[in-house]
């Protein structure tokens, strides 16, 4: 039952986001080794603060179209429409990624219906999953090293199934999914007629080589994007989905009802992004995943290889009980990491976030390294 009368019945199936709950311990300690943070440690470019206070200053302060400002909206589609080429792809500017993706199951899935996520997942996808009515259909990805098993997917599609949600590079493992396996999902969702949701907003952070996108395979696929890793501007609500036009056109209309539109003098600062090389803040994260990969393996850890955004997610000790329970003695020692189980049905890991100085980094090693020889 809720816990008030005049609640709905759906506000039972989710509670304040455990990622929360840790940011709200981190303001009551004193000097804390803060892993736990998703989003860049990097200041936001000059050009785009500049260019947020000038469109403030020239009084674009009112709504812009739904769509999206136009002068944001059509260097969007031009950059979609020079790397898909894909005929009758759309694109409709949200309030970020996080209001791509409600709008998206709102258009997609209906009560009933089954959505593919693959676990561990983004805390997001199976909350909004439920909150329309859809059925979460959890595939596990752990023995895997978190790579997608084609045979697995194939086994859990049904006449029920609607939609696939794929996260690559993932939060919170940090695994960019192979080329292979991703044109394998890719060619099974066009082969069934099942929407598949690319969710790519750590794109611009992968180490290895470029992201391999299912819309390069599939010319259906919806994909997300933003600016808010990417330009470390997270409070900014910048973000984009582009697919199907019928699609788009109906999110739109959904967002008249609900966002409206996205912060409208932001959508013209964000328009400078265009012009700003964040090259040197990818190769730092670079250096970072390797020195924090390194040190963890050294200390014992078991590290699934990672390619991208800025995560690691580490199997807790053997012999020193659940992630959960890992974790609160890591906060004892005033280091802050999440708990694997928030991002998962198991809870035997735990995930750092490397965007964090390199000296708050071999803190937090240290302190792994004396947990991990108890």
Not at 248 to 270: E, G, R, S, W
Not at 330 to 335: F, G, K, R, W, Y
Request: aromatic content about 10%; some cysteine.
């Amino acid at each position: 039952m809720p816990a008030h009368p005049w609640l709905a019945d759906r506000t039972d199936r989710f509670d304040s986001s455990g990622i929360r709950k840790v940011f709200d311990l981190a303001a009551k300690l004193k000097d804390p080794i803060n892993l736990s943070i998703g989003q860049p440690d990097f200041p936001a470019p000059p050009a785009l603060k500049e260019a947020a206070c000038k469109a403030i200053h020239d009084d674009l302060n009112g709504y812009s179209p739904t769509q999206g400002a136009a002068a944001l909206r059509d260097r969007l589609q031009a950059r979609v429409d020079e790397e898909w080429g894909h005929e009758g792809r759309k694109l409709l500017v949200t309030s970020g990624t996080s209001g791509a993706l409600n709008l998206a199951m709102w258009a997609l899935v209906n009560p009933g219906d089954e959505v593919i996520v693959f676990d561990p997942y983004f805390v997001m996808y199976p909350t909004l999953c439920e909150m329309v009515g859809g059925v979460p259909v959890v595939i596990d990805t752990y023995e895997d090293d978190f790579q997608i098993n084609l045979a697995k997917v194939e086994a859990a599609i049904t006449p029920k199934t609607k939609l696939i949600l794929f996260n690559s590079p993932a939060n919170p493992t940090g695994v960019v999914a192979s080329a292979e396996s991703t044109r394998g999902l890719a060619e099974l969702a066009k082969k069934h007629n099942i929407a598949l949701l690319s969710d790519e907003i750590y794109r611009e952070f992968c180490y290895d080589g470029a992201l391999p996108s299912p819309a390069r395979w599939n010319d259906q696929t919806i994909v997300v994007d933003g600016f808010s890793k990417s330009y470390g501007v997270t409070g900014w609500r910048i973000g984009w989905i582009h697919g199907p036009s019928a699609l788009i056109d109906k999110m739109a209309a959904l967002q008249q009802y609900t966002f409206v539109c996205a912060p409208h003098p932001l959508q013209h600062a964000a328009i400078e992004a265009f012009h700003t090389d964040m090259s040197a803040q990818v190769d730092a994260y670079r250096e970072r995943r390797d020195h924090v990969v390194a040190g963890l393996r050294d200390a014992g850890y078991e590290v699934a290889p990672t390619g991208g955004a800025f995560y690691v997610f580490p199997k807790a000790p053997a012999g020193q009980g659940s992630a959960s329970e890992f974790v609160a003695r890591a906060i004892e020692h005033e280091l802050l990491v999440i708990p694997g189980g928030i991002f998962s049905r198991r809870d035997t890991h735990f995930r750092i976030s490397y965007a964090a100085p390199m000296a708050t980094l071999d803190r937090g090693l240290e302190v792994l390294r004396r947990l991990a020889k108890r």
